[in-house]
T-cell receptor, first 115, second 113 residues
Framework: QQQVKQSPQSLIVQKGGISIINCAYE??????FPWYQQFPGKGPALLIA?????SEKKEGRFTISFNKSAKQFSLHIMDSQPGDSATYFC??????????????FGKGTLLTVNP | GAVVSQHPSRVICKSGTSVKIECRSL??????MFWYRQFPKKSLMLMAT?????????EQGVEKDKFLINHASLTLSTLTVTSAHPEDSSFYIC?????????FGQGTRLTVV
């Protein structure tokens, strides 16, 4: 059972355009929703994260939109740049003993930004 | 953000040998670390949760006798792939949690020949 569904699998955007990646989750116990950026051969790096008590969070060119009732959240990359070309993973987290969170990842989106 | 160092970044070993991968949290104490496996162009699959001073919790389908996890201190967790076989070749990534945030190591590319 795939608990976090991510789409699209791949995305090609022109430089300066908006990249939009969508995720949906099933388990209402999730209460932490981060996005990670991964370059080939490297570990994922946290990009931006949101809690379900807010509907939107913006950090620079990156914005998360969150729809609690629909159990969906999305990542918007404004003014996309070739350097943004990477694989993006959404994740959903819930507490796993103590104060730490256990993350369930989407399958990833390969973003290519053409110059 | 916090720094998690994973070593080695690449390792090639012969079939039947064991390989140890280290994961260190450099600037914070991590009571919990996670080990993931990632196949080419695929998502991260959680293998196990490593808890300092106690036994690791393995996800369903992961052989605990094959993937030995030790979390002896608050800054170090190790994953040992025992009796490695070519099908164990993969990208292994650790992460250390600090509250809600997870910080990932650089990953280890394991190739078993």
């Amino acid at each position: 059972q795939q608990q976090v569904k991510q789409s699209p699998q791949s995305l090609i955007v022109q430089k300066g355009g908006i990249s939009i990646i969508n995720c949906a989750y099933e388990n209402t116990a999730f209460d932490y929703f981060p996005w990670y950026q991964q370059f080939p051969g490297k570990g994922p790096a946290l990009l931006i994260a949101i809690r379900p008590d807010v509907s939107e969070k913006k950090e620079g060119r990156f914005t998360i939109s969150f729809n609690k009732s629909a159990k969906q959240f999305s990542l918007h990359i404004m003014d996309s740049q070739p350097g943004d070309s990477a694989t993006y993973f959404c994740a959903a987290g819930r507490r796993s003993g103590g104060s730490n969170y256990k993350l369930t990842f989407g399958k990833g989106t390969l973003l290519t930004v053409n110059p | 953000g916090a720094v998690v160092s994973q070593h080695p970044s690449r390792v090639i070993c012969k079939s039947g040998t064991s390989v140890k991968i280290e994961c260190r949290s450099l600037d914070f104490q991590a009571t919990t670390m996670f080990w993931y496996r990632q196949f080419p162009k695929k998502s991260l699959m959680l293998m196990a949760t490593s808890n300092e001073g106690s036994k690791a919790t393995y996800e369903q389908g992961v052989e605990k006798d094959k993937f030995l996890i030790n979390h002896a201190s608050l800054t170090l967790s190790t994953l040992t792939v025992t009796s490695a076989h070519p099908e164990d070749s993969s990208f292994y990534i650790c992460s250390a949690s600090w509250g809600t945030e997870a910080f990932f190591g650089q990953g280890t590319r394991l190739t078993v020949v």
